[in-house]
């Protein structure tokens, strides 16, 4: 199970990477975007779940790669 960001529908609000500040981070632009490496080992993160839940606008989601 992995973590993706939908950039199309993210607006920066910073909620994972507050909640997962070793999964996610923000851009140049304030765009939150999952680190490098941890797409595909997220699932297992004990905070990748309430990251997902803490997004505003639903821009962060479990996938099933």
């Given amino acids: 199970m992995g973590v993706q960001v939908d950039k199309e529908r993210c607006v920066g ?3 994972c ?3 997962a500040p070793d999964v996610f981070t923000q851009d140049d632009d304030g765009l939150s975007e999952v680190l ?3 797409e595909s080992t ?3 993160h004990p905070l990748v779940g309430e ?3 803490a997004c505003p606008v639903g821009a962060v989601a479990l996938s099933s790669d």
């Fill in 42 to 44: 997220t699932g297992r």
């Fill in 17 to 19: 990477a507050l909640t």
């Fill in 36 to 38: 490098p490496g941890r």
């Fill in 51 to 53: 990251a997902v839940r």
């Fill in 13 to 15: 609000a910073g909620m």
